[in-house]
């Protein structure tokens, strides 16, 4: 490809990425020039004609073909948008996925009705980037954060990320198994835990199921392990009137509203609200930046069918034909009772 000009590299890379079956050949090859260029995709286009150095060229064609392995484009560029953040990511954590902004908007909005008499306390469960915990620490300036994690890579990571965004001094990093290394009870608990079943794991796209890590994927079994432990050990890591919300799996819902039921005791269920009342549904989060602080908090809208609407960009979890998007979140409410709202089907 010596002496090519932008306009050159971009239509043989596209070609190129198109044969090797990648969903957006297009757009992956305009970011991939535009990031190691450092130029936007707007100035690609307006100077098709520049040329391009060897040395660039051979930088490029070696993360061409990074990207024609279907190593997933963030893992090349080290960077993910989330919740209108950059974030640092590598093999070590999960790409974040537009959905779990979702997790972060429910979380604002519950934490929006409540004025605690003490700094919030939040516990982030399987942290992987931080993700979750660095945007709402980002949102919520008197929230002190606590994200736990198995993994000792995915700390290192994430910690990075809170020291980006100027949150360092309010999110703890905790290594060790769900909530056990939590110093205390919390007001709430937030967690994105592994959720797809062992059966499921051939119908994961090879850019999930190859390059990103197992253990922030696999669920086990039915892909509950760690959700059920979870709901078991939380009453006694909330405080009163706290709060818990997970994302699960499509599917997932019933079982998991069992394990809530019986963790947080059959007296809660009569006091709360019927189970199955009013799902609710939801758009999956736009790709658009999400609310800055002291724009509010967007309110949720309707959701397209499953299937329909699909959120542009990197393949969301599991891409399988049930997988698209977690299709169900709880949220119980443990202010002397349980509520748990089906937020989506
Ligand atoms: C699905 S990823 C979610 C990462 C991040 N919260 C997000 O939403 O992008 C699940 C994370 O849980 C972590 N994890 C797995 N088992 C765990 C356990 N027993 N205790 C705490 N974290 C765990 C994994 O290492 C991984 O980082």
Redesign the pocket.
Known sequence: MAGVCIGDWLGEATERLAVAGVDEPRLDAELLLSHHLGLTRVALVAHPDRLLAPAEIASLTALLARRAGREPLPYILGTREFFGLHFAVDPR??I??PE?ELLVERALLLVSRRQPSQPLRIA??????G??AVALATHLPNANIYA????AG?LAVAQKNAATHGVESRVRFLL???LSPLPQPMHLIVA???YVARQEWDMLSSEVGYYE?R???DGGPDGLD?VRRLLAQAPAYLLPGGALLLEIGAGQGEAVKESAFAAFGGGATRAGMPIGSQPQLYRPPSPQPSPLRGEGVRAPQPSPRRGEGRVRGEPTLPVGRSWKYPSVMLFADLAGHARIVQVST
């Open positions: 954590v999960l974040p996925r779990t982030d469960v399987g942290t992987g980037s993700c979750i736990t994690d198995v993994s995915a060790g198994d769900l994105n835990l592994p890590p253990p922030a994927l760690l």
